[in-house]
């Protein structure tokens, strides 16, 4: 099982349905020294906002979400539904668990 540390649209229950054709149970965690901005993706109906997180290194700035267990195969999932936009990289949360996290690519 992989660890997925969320903290945008993959914590909703509808995504998560429409992802993964389930709703995930996890436990809320903080990542440290990291902020969300916000990015703009062009989609079939025009230009949409979303969360990404950026390093900063400084902890004070602090990133709530929620962890959850999953398979290779539902990370892989994850991976398409997010896209060019963001990259998978793994953190350490506040708890010292390691997660799986999405970031911004550039």
Not at 21 to 45: A, C, W
Not at 51 to 58: C, D, G, L, R
Request: proline share 3%; aromatic share 12%.
């Amino acid at each position: 099982m992989e660890k997925l540390f969320a903290y945008g649209t993959l914590k909703e229950k509808d995504i998560q349905e429409n992802i993964f054709g389930r709703s995930l149970y996890g436990t809320p965690d903080r990542l440290i020294g990291f902020v969300i901005n916000y990015i703009k993706i062009e989609e079939e109906f025009g230009i949409a906002q979303y969360p990404i997180i950026v390093a900063t290194e400084n902890p004070d700035d602090i990133v709530t979400g929620i962890v959850y267990e999953i398979s290779d195969q539902d990370l892989n999932l994850a991976d398409t539904y997010e896209g060019l936009h963001y990259k998978r990289m793994e953190v350490t949360l506040e708890s010292n668990q390691k997660a799986w996290a999405y970031l911004v690519t550039n």
